[in-house]
């Protein structure tokens, strides 16, 4: 197992920041080749189910997952139980005053393919967080300039 985290500073509240975060259609707005769908429940609460594709031109994998931690506008766990993609996820909004806000977004994973997952995970993860970490700047444009009124 190993462990991602990352954050990135919002110019917007954590109302607004959660709102953004958690509208699942426009993930794809900020998230790097990935596109989100609810596929289970109504994707606001415990026990709904999320598939989110990642790749380009339609090669890639979906990562299947159930909302497990369903507190707004604080944090949304989720349990992450596709093939590739397994272990869990934690999106956290942090207040930080009117129009202040952090996104703090922690992977626990089981890497894929057994020893060789384990042996390549030294060269992939720079790779992997070099895409969250564009994926958070973008996150944070995106909410900044985010409105209620297209959730």
């Not at 769908?37 to 090669?59: E, H, M, P, W």
Request: proline share 4%.
């Amino acid at each position: 197992m190993t462990d991602v985290a990352l954050s990135v500073d919002i110019g917007a509240s954590a109302g607004t920041t959660w709102l953004a975060l958690t509208d699942w259609a426009r993930q794809g707005e900020w998230m790097l080749g990935t596109d989100v769908r609810v596929v289970d429940g109504n994707g606001r609460s415990v026990g709904s189910k999320l598939a989110a594709f990642t790749g380009i031109a339609g090669i890639g994998f979906t990562d299947t997952m159930e909302i497990t931690t369903w507190e707004p506008p604080v944090r949304c766990g989720v349990k992450h139980m596709g093939k590739v993609v397994k272990g869990t996820g934690v999106f956290q909004v942090l207040d930080k005053g009117p129009q202040r806000s952090t996104f703090v977004w922690v992977e626990h994973l089981v890497l894929p393919f057994g020893f060789v997952g384990r042996l390549g995970w030294p060269v992939a993860k720079p790779v992997f967080t070099v895409g969250l970490r564009y994926s958070l700047q973008k996150f944070a444009r995106y909410a900044e300039s985010y409105s209620v009124g297209e959730a």
